[in-house]
């Protein structure tokens, strides 16, 4: 049963979406608009639906832009964020939220991502994280684990793979988090949070791939791709009270780094002021 | 008229599009179009306006881009390297129709060149940079007055039309310094944006009505929600793998440009009543052809000066015009025939049209277009 959330907050004209059975990037752009729909609703965080532009790049994470009712802009390959820069510094009351995928954000646009982290400009950057350029057929990534194979990695991918969430951190993300498909209530709880975090935040959602990734690396079909996620990926609470032993071989999801660094339009606010007062003298 | 001041000509860009509503610029420095940058960081800021350093020119143009479909008057300035690397989304400025200006400062190529010496030869690179079928509207202004009135002019191209504008200047130009006396805010003719949808649009974005060309939408934010993409899309801007939407869409967007092309069209020409011989020019290679016109002049000769300031299309109503009192052209451009080529193209062989340039960094001067035109003489004698 589709859920009131997908008449209300979907361009239902345009649905079913093109994604493959089995791809986890539909319950990925559902947890997004129930992050949206529960900020709408809350009277702690006013705010309404036109407050919210969705900004994608290329790739199969970035049709979500689409189906999303929202003011939507499907951009380039890897320039989202370029995008989405542009938007917010012109009108910084809109909650921007950019809808990526690994290649995107990290192999083509990977310099935007971390500038728009270093500046801490108030985006959030929700990670389709699916290890593999699903789109063009199943070629390897910047998050392609060592070893795995992909189109373009017949005897196995030479690369070392990218972890987004503590690049962003390291590029100077003021709010670096990690999901995934499995655990939608926590993901959509992490993608709430960081909407309402004044500042540069990025998610990185582990998607699945049972199309490309998972068939070529025979991780299963797609509900053996979720058990994986069930077992291997632990929220944050529970991550903290396990043993040494106990967190081999798992990763931990929810809130990786946090800070209260300053924003940048809100510092290009006070450049604006500055300016003008100068101006009178 | 105010009184005279002295201006460089990349300031009398920002000082014009700042009078047309300019409010965004993000960009990356590159000589010799940085000091667009940096008047721009000192200025926007007084009139309430934002200012942003990208990382590079491709984040440069998606920023201006993501700018204006929130609603503001965007520009970007660079030079060739950094106008090749902004190719891709200029093109989906055209595609998805998102006003913006793109001013390119033409310093000597290809690749990194002679960074700090004139060039002109990006003028394929401003129509053809992008790749697909797509129309391209470029101003090149001659000196630090057109500096400041053409800029506000590629605005309200660029706003009437939907479609990103290049400001194609030239090294010679851009830092050009000469008195200007600038134009009366009060006498200014700028043309806001449509903010709102077409009548009967119905929340479709991209809708136009019969007989029209241009959509018109609401900013981003401003209580209407819909979707921009670069992929060929219906009115409604939802992408769609229709061949027959996609053709008309294409159309469209070729048509809105080539059926205006008489408004958006202008020249200049010096002492082409009687000439006899006309000089192709345009940009920074002005200066040199007026001279050279006013001492062939002297000499009795019957030369003139035909100007495209618009660029792109090239003007070839106009010049088609003046063909039929010519013997003779002569294209004269920093470049190796770029121009030269829609020349041809316009003359089809009807008159022998003769070339100039120079791809060395250096100028082309009056004496050398004087002697050019002699040469030119005596090639006709010897037949």
């Known amino acids: 049963m589709p859920s009131d959330l997908i008449h209300e907050y979907m361009r239902i004209d345009h649905l079913p ?38 900004v994608s790049g ?23 964020i370029g995008f989405a820069t542009g938007i917010k510094l012109a009108n910084p009351k809109l909650h921007v939220i950019v809808l990526t995928g690994d290649g995107d ?16 400009i108030d985006l959030s950057v929700i990670v389709f994280n699916n290890d593999i350029y699903g789109m063009t057929g199943g070629q390897y990534s910047p998050t392609t684990p060592n070893g795995d194979k992909a189109t373009t990695a017949p005897y196995g991918n030479v690369d070392r793979p990218f972890d987004i969430a503590n690049l962003a951190t390291g590029a100077g993300a003021s709010f670096s988090a990690r999901g995934d498909v499995f655990h939608a209530r926590e993901t959509i709880s992490i993608i709430k949070q960081a909407i309402l975090h004044k500042g540069f935040s990025l998610v990185d959602v582990y998607a699945i791939c049972p199309t490309y990734y998972g068939r070529k690396n025979k991780k299963g079909d797609a509900v053996e791709m979720l058990k994986w996620q069930k077992e291997n990926l632990v929220p944050t609470s529970k991550f903290y009270h396990m043993s040494e032993e106990e967190r081999a071989g798992k990763k931990m999801i929810g809130i990786l780094s946090y800070n209260d660094y300053p924003e940048y339009t809100a510092e290009y606010a006070k450049v604006i002021e500055a300016s003008q007062k100068k101006g009178k003298k | 008229m105010s009184k005279a001041v002295l201006m460089q000509g990349n300031e009398a860009v920002v000082e014009g599009a700042i009078a047309a509503g300019f409010r965004f610029f993000a960009g990356y420095p590159i000589t010799p ?14 009139v309430g306006g934002k200012f942003i350093q990208m990382e590079d020119e491709i984040a440069s143009i998606a920023a201006v881009l993501g700018a204006s479909a929130a609603g503001m008057k965007a520009m970007t300035a660079t030079s060739g390297p950094g106008f090749s690397l902004m190719q891709e989304n200029i093109g989906y400025g055209v595609m998805a129709e998102i006003p913006c200006v793109i001013v390119d400062v033409q310093r000597a190529g290809p690749s990194t060149g002679l960074a700090t010496s004139p060039a002109q030869g990006d003028y394929m690179q401003a129509k053809w940079g992008t790749h697909g079928d797509h129309p391209v509207i470029a101003i090149s202004p001659a000196s630090v007055l057109e500096c400041y009135t053409l800029i506000i002019r590629a605005f309200n191209l660029s706003e009437k039309y939907r479609t990103p504008v290049i400001f194609l200047m030239d090294e010679i130009v851009g830092h050009m310094r000469e008195g200007v006396e600038l134009p009366n805010p009060n006498d200014l003719i700028i043309n806001p944006r449509k903010m709102s949808f077409h009548d009967g649009a119905n929340k479709q974005c991209y809708y136009v009505p019969e007989g029209e060309f241009i959509p018109a939408m609401k900013p981003f934010g401003q209580g209407e929600r819909y979707n921009i993409t ?21 159309t469209r967007l070729l048509e809105k440009v080539e059926k205006n092309v008489d408004k958006i069209c202008r020249i200049e020409e010096y002492a082409m009543d009687d000439a006899e011989t006309a000089i192709v020019c345009f940009g920074g290679t002005t200066r040199a052809v007026m001279s050279a016109v006013l001492k062939a002049r002297a000499e009795g000769k019957k030369v003139g000066m035909f100007r495209p300031i618009t660029v792109w299309p090239f003007p070839e109503a106009q010049l088609r015009e003046r063909l039929p009192q010519l013997k003779k052209i002569l ?20 008159l022998p049209v003769d070339f100039l340039g120079c791809v060395d960094g250096t100028v082309i001067s009056p004496d050398a277009i004087l002697n050019k035109l002699n040469e030119m003489e005596g090639k006709r004698h010897a037949k």
């Open chain 2, 33 to 46: 179009s940085t000091e667009i940058a940096e008047q721009s960081a000192l200025r926007l800021p007084q």
């Open chain 1, 105 to 120: 954000c990290s192999a083509i646009g990977g310099n935007h991502l971390i500038h728009a982290a270093r500046r801490n």
């Open chain 2, 230 to 250: 670069g992929l060929a899309h219906d009115e409604s801007g939802f992408p769609v793998n229709s061949n027959e939407i996609a053709d008309k869409l294409v």
């Open chain 2, 331 to 350: 294209m004269v451009e920093h470049n190796h025939g770029q121009m030269l080529q829609e020349v041809q193209r316009t003359v089809g062989g009807k």
């Open chain 1, 17 to 54: 979406q093109i994604w493959c059975p089995g791809c986890g990037n539909g319950v990925i752009m559902h947890d997004v608009a129930t992050a949206i729909h529960e900020l709408i609703e809350d009277p702690d965080t006013p705010c309404n639906r036109d407050d919210f532009v969705i």
């Open chain 1, 58 to 80: 290329i790739g199969c994470s970035s049709r979500a832009a689409g189906y999303l009712d929202f003011n939507s802009i499907h951009t380039t390959h890897g320039r989202a």
